[in-house]
T-cell receptor, first 115, second 114 residues
C-alpha cells in the first residue's frame, strides 16, 4: 500500500483559486478511486476511474469538481473556484482489478486548506 | 440503504489490555465485502482485512482478530495485548457487489497509553 503516491501532501488555496491534486497509483494498477474525508468524519466516495475513462462519478459534486486519469501520467482531481467547505483530506486509492472484492490501497492523502 | 456504524467514537486503553472495536453494517445485498482500515497519526490509510459476505469464518492475524456475524450484521475487530503503536483511527467499510462506492464508518479513535 505504500505504492500509491499523492502530491502535494498539503495544499493551501485562497477562495476562488483552483486546486489540483495528483495521484500516481501502484505500478500496474489501472483503477483509481478518489475519496474525501471531512474533519472527524469517515471517507466518502467521490469518483472511480479507469485509464482514460470515468466509470462512476456519483459521489462527486456536479459543479467545480472534475477528475481524469489519462493514458500517461497521474490521475488528477481538480477543484475550481475553491470555497471554505472544500477544506478536507482527499485520498486516492488504486486497485489492480475493478472487482468489488479486491482491496484498494490508499495513498497518504492531500490535505487541502482553503483560506 | 448501505450504512456502516461505528458507535464508539473514542476508546482509551492501557497498554497490554485487549480492546474490541465494534462495526455494525446495513445492507440488503446478499453479496458484499467488509473491510477494516487503520489511519495512524501520519494520516495514511492502511488496509487490514477484507471479508466476503459468504465467508463467515473468523480470522486471526497476530494480535488482530475479526469476528464476522451475519446474524447481527457485525464485523468486530479485536486487538489483543494492545501496544502504543496501535493508537490510530480505525475505519470499517462496506462495499456492495455491484457498486464502486465503498461506504466507510465514521471511525473509532483508539488511544493506547503506556
Amino acid at each position: 500500500n505504500a505504492g500509491v503516491m499523492q502530491n502535494p501532501r498539503h495544499l493551501v488555496r485562497r477562495r476562488g483559486q483552483e486546486a489540483r491534486l495528483r495521484c500516481s497509483p501502484v505500478k500496474g494498477h489501472s483503477h483509481v478511486y478518489w475519496y474525501r474525508q471531512l474533519p472527524e468524519e469517515g471517507l466518502k466516495f467521490m469518483v472511480y476511474l479507469q485509464k482514460e475513462n470515468i466509470i462512476d462519478e456519483s459521489g462527486m459534486p456536479k459543479e467545480r469538481f472534475s477528475a481524469e486519469f489519462p493514458k500517461e501520467g497521474p490521475s488528477i482531481l481538480r477543484i475550481q473556484q475553491v470555497v471554505r467547505g472544500d477544506s478536507a483530506a482527499y485520498f486516492c486509492a488504486s486497485s489492480s482489478l475493478g472487482r468489488r472484492n479486491t482491496e484498494a490501497f490508499f495513498g497518504q492523502g492531500t490535505r487541502l486548506t482553503v483560506v | 440503504a448501505q450504512k456502516v456504524t461505528q458507535a464508539q467514537t473514542e476508546i482509551s486503553v492501557v497498554e497490554k489490555e485487549d480492546v474490541t472495536l465494534d462495526c455494525v453494517y446495513e445492507t440488503r445485498d446478499t453479496t458484499y465485502y467488509l473491510f477494516w482500515y487503520k489511519q495512524p497519526p501520519s494520516g495514511e490509510l492502511v488496509f487490514l482485512i477484507r471479508r466476503n459476505s459468504f465467508d463467515e469464518q473468523n480470522e486471526i492475524s497476530g494480535r488482530y482478530s475479526w469476528n464476522f456475524q451475519k446474524s447481527t450484521s457485525s464485523f468486530n475487530f479485536t486487538i489483543t495485548a494492545s501496544q502504543v503503536v496501535d493508537s490510530a483511527v480505525y475505519f470499517c467499510a462496506l462495499r456492495r457487489d455491484n457498486n464502486n462506492d465503498m461506504r466507510f464508518g465514521a471511525g473509532t479513535r483508539l488511544t493506547v497509553k503506556p
